[in-house]
């Protein structure tokens, strides 16, 4: 079937509105719905069995050049094709790539469905108070890089399917099974229930990162920048540290990520290159 190309000179024309004042809806949502910006995010929500893509705005300059991208979406989604200024004027801010999308929500998969569903050789990770939309993705990108089966979140951590988050982990959010844990769950008892070990980052963790055995099942946990961990998970979990220079003992918590992350899947086996 062929696409649903729907060219548009006008910025006031109403099929726009889902995309008007993208950073001002980024914040009070979107009813179920999300931005995709930037043409590798948008062959990730394309490709992706969990996302559907609703409609796309794209600079019709870059018509040609996305041909291949474009025909992978569902030809009942409609993309709209519109100058460089008509899609600037609608998102209030320039979008260098030229290219956003929507896509929808699914319905959420409760975290202990998630990782009942997983292999018996698994690695996750466990987010905990991260409310930094930057780190998110930079989370979401390096669980997918080093083949992390799922992501699970704390109710305090922010959403990974707000724009920013989506475009710093290159798509990987779309490409990552995650679940938000209820505000009752309890994340220690939770992961040890599936069979995980838990191991909780910190800079005081009593084994070394270098020294750390990988078993079948297990969960790497990483909080927020400065407060860290709570003591009580702390005490419940097996805990790890990156050692580091003298006077000089924390790192972000997404390059945290990447270099635990990198060390439990070449202990997988997985070929890191």
């Known amino acids: ?26 914040l009070v949502g979107r009813a179920g719905l999300f ?3 930037g043409e590798v995010v948008l ?33 009942d989604v409609p993309v709209y094709l ?9 998102a209030g801010f320039e979008i260098h790539r030229g290219i956003l999308a929507l896509g929808r929500r699914p319905e959420p998969v409760p975290a202990d469905a998630l990782l009942a569903g997983l292999p018996a050789r698994a690695l996750v990770v466990a987010a905990v108070g991260i409310a930094n ?6 989370i979401f990108r390096n669980a997918a890089a080093f083949g992390a089966a799922a992501v699970l979140l704390d109710p305090t951590s922010c959403d990974p399917l707000y ?8 798509g990987g959010v779309l ?8 505000a009752e769950d309890d994340l220690p008892d939770l992961l040890a229930r599936h069979g995980f070990t838990a191991f909780a980052l910190s800079p005081q963790g009593s084994t070394r990162l270098a020294d750390l055995a990988r078993p079948p099942r297990a969960a790497v946990i990483l909080g927020a920048e400065g407060p860290g961990l709570p003591a009580a998970l702390l005490a419940r979990t097996h805990t790890v540290r990156i050692p580091m220079a003298a006077g000089f003992d924390s790192l972000n918590v997404a390059t945290t ?17």
């Open 133 to 138: 939309h930057d780190n998110m993705g930079g």
């Open 163 to 170: 724009r920013k988050a989506i475009r710093v982990s290159v």
């Open 82 to 90: 519109v100058p460089q200024a008509v899609i600037d004027t609608v």
């Open 43 to 75: 062959r990730m929500l394309a490709a992706s069995r969990r996302f559907a893509a609703v409609s796309a705005l794209i600079v019709d300059k870059r018509r040609d050049k996305l041909a291949d991208l474009l025909a992978a979406l569902d030809p």
């Open 1 to 26: 079937m062929p696409l649903t190309l729907v060219p548009i000179d006008d910025p006031s024309d109403p099929r726009l509105d889902p995309y008007r004042a993208v950073r001002e809806r980024d």
């Open 257 to 273: 990520s990447g270099i635990v992350l990198h060390r439990l899947a070449e202990a997988d086996g997985l070929p890191v290159s």
């Open 175 to 182: 490409a990552m099974p995650f679940a938000r844990l209820a």
């Open 35 to 37: 931005v995709a910006e």
